[in-house]
């Protein structure tokens, strides 16, 4: 089945060490999407790819930075993770901007030692 | 400023019985609404969408919503609940004049709890 695939579902990182999370999709999807999701909170919008273009949201961290180096996959860099930076971290894409459907993956749970 | 409030935090029902998660939003204009699911340790399903036309929106596992302007409310329903439907919902919509944007705006959520 086509979907959105999320590597690891969990990942432990030290305090400021450098931690990448992967997302793929096999829907050929033209926009991908990074939400932060903190515990009993709703999903917060990080940035996102409409195709190679990459949009940040205003108050995103300088912390966190996206990649996508192709259509299928995008990555999510946290340069120097900080305790509160431990969250759980959605992929989504959709067809197109605006008001298609967005597709979530299972999401990374990320824990700051 | 634009909002999507969910009134309530954590409801419980017992299996079969009706549901209703309440959903309020402040815009000027008729926004797009979304209800998601998200289980335990997943990511978010949509549920159902309302654009425009028909304000009862028929969704899936037997989910509805009606859009009420009056109201400012998009409150999702479903007659008879099974203890699957036990998750946390989320009700969004995109931000005004923004809807070209992808951009979602999340309620804070309700976890629905359902007694055997």
């Known amino acids: 089945d086509a979907m959105v695939i999320q590597n690891p579902r969990y990942q432990v990182t030290q305090f400021g060490k450098p931690v990448t999370l992967s997302c793929s999709q096999t829907?050929?999807?033209?926009?991908m999407y990074w939400y932060q999701q903190k515990s009993s909170q709703a999903p917060k919008l990080l940035f996102h790819?409409?195709?190679?273009?990459?949009?940040n949201e205003a108050d995103t961290p300088d912390n966190f930075q996206s990649r996508r180096p192709n259509t299928s996959f995008c990555f999510l860099d946290i340069r120097s993770p900080g305790l509160g930076d431990a969250a759980m971290y959605l992929c989504?894409?959709?067809?197109?901007?605006?008001?298609?459907?967005?597709?979530f993956g299972p999401g990374t749970r990320l824990t700051v030692t | 400023a634009q909002s999507v409030t969910q009134p309530d935090i954590h409801i419980t029902v017992s299996e079969g019985a009706s549901l209703e998660l309440r959903c309020n939003y402040s815009?000027?204009?008729?926004?797009?609404l979304f209800w998601y699911v998200q289980s335990p340790g997943q990511g978010l399903q949509l549920l159902l969408k309302?654009?425009?036309?028909?304000?009862l929106v028929q969704g899936i596992k037997g989910f509805e919503a009606e859009f009420k302007r009056s109201q400012s409310s998009f409150n999702l329903r479903k007659p008879s609940v099974h203890w699957s439907d036990a998750a946390e919902y989320f009700c969004?919509?995109?931000?005004?004049?923004?809807?070209?944007?992808?951009?979602?705006?999340f309620g804070q959520g309700t976890t629905l709890q359902v007694k055997p």
């Open positions: 989504a894409t959709s067809r197109d901007i605006g008001t298609d459907e967005q597709y």
């Open positions: 829907l050929n999807h033209n926009v």
């Open positions: 815009y000027g204009a008729t926004p797009y």
């Open positions: 969004a919509a995109p931000p005004v004049g923004s809807s070209n944007t992808g951009k979602l705006i």
């Open positions: 790819y409409y195709d190679k273009d990459f949009n």
């Open positions: 309302y654009f425009s036309g028909d304000t």
